[in-house]
């Protein structure tokens, strides 16, 4: 059994002996920096359904307990939190 698969093999390893697409990649990336500098604050680091787990709780906690129509702070909380993660909700 191979330890990495063919498709995972092939990102690593795209165009090999092929130094023009390297050095194309590289001078690429140098300029780069300064448009992914901000796409980390913005650009999600986790699914949606991972982030935020205790205002996810009390908020499906308080709309099984009461409905949706009480539970509008616990909602609101949850979608500040999920924005907070760089999710646009």
């Not at 795209?14 to 697409?21: E, H, I, L, V, Y």
């Not at 992914?36 to 009390?58: G, M």
């Amino acid at each position: 059994m191979p330890i990495l698969s063919d498709s995972l093999l092939f990102q690593f390893i795209p165009d090999m002996g092929n130094t023009a697409s390297v050095q194309t990649e590289a001078s690429d990336s140098a300029h780069q920096p300064a448009t992914t500098a901000s796409a980390p604050e913005t650009k999600p680091k986790k699914k949606i359904c991972c982030a935020c787990p205790d205002t996810k709780k009390l908020r499906d906690d308080c709309i099984v307990q009461n409905g949706e129509d009480a539970c509008g702070k616990f909602i609101e909380a949850h979608l500040q939190c999920l924005r907070a993660e760089g999710f646009s909700v």
